[in-house]
């Protein structure tokens, strides 16, 4: 059967949209954005404890004491294990996607429960936005809205959609037809007895409706952190780069408290607008004993509205609101050659990656730029370039790693040089694997490895490399299997068998903390079939030397020894996850006038001057 062109068809779809209907993705981009900057402004404005009373006292409000008491423990907690911004900014993107969610899903839900036209329409498409895998929408929301929040929000609002639609028109559907028949013989309205007979008795089905749009969108406000969204999506991803346990752990454990907070919250807010509901607490409030009560008390909407008001007045007393929390240093006249211009860094989750952005985040900064530090992943970040949303990244290994990349966006790239190399590309076994040191020694031995060769990201260069012209060169395709996974999983895979003193063999490369951390040996080469090895680039936006030619000139002229890199990123380990830029200012203090070294004043001064 002849091959169905059904990718091409929609790839050549996104093409014509992207080109003919930029202004209307450039008009939500800007209205989505501006309402998360407003949010996310709000939520971050006090200090973590003062918002914890804000958000524990709207819990005493919905549900009573013993709610509030918990939720300001469990926000205590988001703070106390430093990922409070990040958590703020995911409230941010799940407040912001789910009420643009429930101003479309009700609407439609309403649609399709009165016409049944409509319903039959809707679930095919319902269908589809379901059960499409989650990842999938973060493809077009890059292509359409550019790296960031956006995206994320767009795809966040296609995959919580379903949920809010059905169950808004199953609300509406099983309010009792003699009812909506009584109401009508009285002569009501359409409009009055949607509004006053069938929206009122349905309101506690959609309460759960909007209680499932929150979840999926908090769901999948994680899953937006690869593409920049921000928030705990960017700690869990980050996370799974470095196979890091206790930041995953930490990651998904303010999670889990953000998801049982909307979860209680929302529940609790159904019974407090639906009629219904008011009418169930209130009977079992009269019949519960009086110790009961007492932890069922809930106070009044003015009483919880004086509480909120009274800390925000507290927070704004003390100083707090909207206060410099990045830790910038400060800079003097003469060094502020950047004078507040903001620089969008984006950087891949490797350690090499991680030491030298932060390392440039730190400089610039203290060259007076405003500097925006994201983690992406590699095709997202090569398309954020590409697309000017990400101004420059330090961590390209070219010409193999990243040849594809190049291939397809180099035309829109300038190349800012090498500034370490080379690098090497191997496949590595244990130290204790005896009578094997080359790839040739990999030859009639696929029985020791279960014939497999434990690989890595499907759409890594070296991977490709590796299949088409690693294995061929050395005959080891029809022993051999080349696993297709992620970093993290081979990762994993490496250290259960080095537990267990197993044969494995893996996909690595140099520099890498596993040399470290492991014993192993890496497989020589004597065909040359991994070529001759990498060096790692820095590249910028297309019109990036034009935008900051002080800084494309200071990135040109970069350079880092092994021994430098090695110990910049001890530091950075040493100073912990979350305080990599302190672990870049003690590394720096130890490396007196290294930042003048590297970005020279005067010649910035002058360049910057000229432009």
């Not at 890059?142 to 767009?154: A, E, M, Q």
């Not at 920049?228 to 206790?246: H, K, R």
Request: glycine residues 10%; neutral net charge.
């Amino acid at each position: 059967m002849p091959r169905l062109r059904l990718g091409d068809w929609v790839n050549n779809a996104v093409i014509f949209l992207t080109h003919h209907f930029a202004w209307l993705f450039d008009a939500i981009s800007s209205v989505v954005s501006g309402m998360y900057d407003g949010v996310n402004a709000v939520l971050s404005a006090p200090s973590p404890l003062l918002m914890a009373g804000i958000l524990a006292v709207l819990a005493f409000w919905l549900r009573g004491l013993t709610a509030a008491v918990l939720a300001f423990l469990g926000f205590a907690l988001v703070d106390s294990v430093q990922q409070w911004g990040a958590a703020m900014q995911s409230l941010s993107l799940v407040l912001v996607a789910t009420v643009i969610t429930i101003v479309i899903a009700v609407p439609v839900g309403i649609a399709a429960a009165r016409r049944k036209g409509v319903s039959a329409a809707v679930r095919p498409v319902l269908d589809f936005m379901q059960t499409m895998p989650a990842f999938v929408y973060l493809i077009p929301g890059i292509i359409f809205f550019g790296l960031g929040t956006v995206p994320g929000v767009i795809a966040t609002i296609v995959f919580a959609m379903p949920p809010g639609v059905r169950m808004t028109e199953l609300g509406i559907r099983q309010v009792d037809g003699e009812l909506v028949e009584a109401a009508e013989a009285f002569g009501t309205t359409p409009r009055d007895t949607l509004l006053r007979v069938q929206l009122p008795l349905a309101l506690p089905t959609i309460m759960a409706g909007v209680n499932q749009v929150i979840m999926l969108a908090l769901s999948m406000v994680v899953i937006a952190g690869m593409v920049g969204a921000g928030g705990l999506g960017a700690q869990v991803f980050t996370a799974i780069s470095q196979v890091n346990v206790g930041l995953g752990f930490e990651g998904g454990i303010c999670v889990v408290i953000l998801a049982m907070y909307l979860d209680r919250m929302t529940g609790a807010l159904g019974s407090r607008v639906s009629p219904v509901g008011r009418r169930a607490l209130a009977k079992a409030a009269s019949a519960s004993p009086r110790t009961s009560q007492v932890l069922r008390y809930r106070p009044s909407t003015a009483v919880a509205t004086v509480g909120v008001v009274v800390l925000a007045l507290v927070a704004g007393g003390v100083g707090i609101w909207g206060g410099n929390g990045d830790g910038a240093p400060k800079v003097s006249a003469a060094d502020n050659i950047g004078k507040g211009k903001t620089i969008n860094l984006g950087y891949i989750s490797w350690d090499e990656g991680i030491a030298s952005s932060f390392l440039w985040k730190e400089i610039l900064e203290e060259r007076g730029y405003k500097v925006n530090a994201k983690t992406y992943d590699v095709g997202a970040l090569y398309t954020g370039m590409a697309d000017g949303n990400v101004d420059f990244q330090t961590d390209s290994w070219l010409p193999t790693t990243h040849a594809q990349y190049w291939k397809k966006y180099g035309k829109d790239l300038t190349d800012l040089g090498s500034w370490y190399g080379p690098t090497s590309e191997e496949i590595s076994v244990p130290s204790y694997v005896k009578d094997v040191h080359s790839l040739a020694d990999l030859k009639g031995k696929a029985s020791e490895f279960n014939g497999q060769i434990i690989g890595i990201e499907p759409g890594a260069g070296e991977m490709s490399i590796i299949k088409n012209k690693v294995l061929p060169a050395y005959g080891l395709d029809k022993e051999y299997t080349l696993t297709t996974g992620s970093t993290p999983g081979m990762l994993a895979e490496l250290q259960r068998d080095y537990a267990q003193k197993k044969p494995v063999a893996v996909v690595l490369w140099s520099p890498h903390w596993a040399y470290d951390k492991y014993s192993l040996t890496k497989l020589k080469d004597p065909m040359g079939a991994f070529g001759t090895g990498d060096h790692i680039h820095t590249l910028g936006a297309k019109d990036f030397p034009s935008k900051f030619p002080a800084v494309a000139g200071w990135l040109k002229n970069f350079h880092m020894s092994e021994k430098d890199l090695t110990s910049l990123e001890a530091s950075i380990q040493d100073a912990g996850q979350g305080n990599e830029q302190q672990g870049v200012r003690d590394w720096l203090k130890k490396h007196p006038g290294l930042v003048d070294q590297l970005a020279p004043v005067k010649g910035a001064a002058a360049k910057a001057a000229s432009a």
